[in-house]
């Protein structure tokens, strides 16, 4: 079903006609729901100077909008897959893109990039995708965290599509949090944070340890723990810092 439900979303987002899926299908109403939360997001955070870091950009679905939102803004991508990072760079001139993964330390990694659903690939093989509806391959790759990587920057909005991996950017950005306190847009799907071992339970535990609300994209809550815990179908959050 979370494949299912995410592919629908994709599918939509690439046809630029996301209403055209979702009259028939409920989980790309939602999906589109939640991609116009997003973009609602990015127009009341981002000021037309304000930098925006989105790690895990894949074909800068999320960064195009934020460009365009804030052009004269500092914005930084981060994509593993080499050839995806290169697009980027070609696309987004004017976007600092690092060929780079990023996770909780420094360090090498084996990734498996589903060449035929790039959208799914992570530091995790996602167990819902086949060899035939994939096309797998593992390429090695560099992992850094933001804290690192974006010292002396202070983003107004850092979005995390990562598969699954979400916690691990956040422990590797604990300095970042504390220091820039940025609006976090971040995809999460209890399925695929237990690749990795890790549980929704973390995710909000370090976010209220760093205080941190935990809402939808499309303005619900704030979810308490046992809400956030509960999914309800969500995939893509907000996190705001409390006053």
């Known amino acids: 079903m979370t494949f299912t439900r995410r592919a629908l979303g994709a599918i939509a987002r690439r046809l630029g006609r996301p209403e055209l899926v979702s009259a028939f299908y409920a989980g790309a109403r939602q999906a589109e729901h939640e991609s116009v939360g997003i973009a609602a997001v990015l127009a009341a955070?981002?000021?037309?100077?304000?930098?925006?870091?989105?790690?895990?950009?894949?074909?800068?679905?999320?960064?195009?909008?934020?460009?365009?939102?804030?052009?004269?803004?500092?914005?930084?991508?981060?994509?593993?897959?080499?050839?995806?990072?290169?697009e980027l760079a070609l696309e987004f001139p004017g976007v600092d893109c690092r060929q780079l993964a990023v996770g909780a330390r420094r360090e090498q990694a084996r990734f498996c990039h589903f060449r035929s659903l790039d959208g799914w690939s992570g530091l995790q093989r996602n167990p819902e995708i086949s060899d035939e509806q994939g096309a797998p391959e593992y390429i090695d790759v560099e992992v850094s965290t933001l804290d690192e990587e974006l010292a002396g920057m202070s983003p107004a909005v850092v979005k995390i599509d990562v598969e699954g991996a979400e916690l691990a950017v956040l422990q590797g950005a604990g300095g970042l949090l504390e220091r820039a306190r940025p609006v976090l847009i971040f995809e999460h799907v209890a399925e695929a944070t237990a690749l990795y071992g890790d549980t929704p339970e973390g995710i909000w535990d370090l976010l209220a340890a760093a205080r941190y609300r935990i809402m939808t994209v499309t303005g619900q809550g704030p979810f308490d723990r046992a809400a956030f815990v509960g999914g309800g179908g969500v995939v893509n959050w907000l996190a705001t810092p409390e006053s």
């Not at 100077?49 to 960064?63: A, T």
């Open 45 to 86: 955070v981002l000021l037309s100077d304000g930098s925006y870091v989105d790690v895990g950009s894949n074909r800068g679905q999320v960064l195009r909008e934020a460009v365009r939102v804030a052009p004269r803004g500092s914005h930084v991508a981060f994509e593993p897959i080499p050839a995806l990072a290169r």
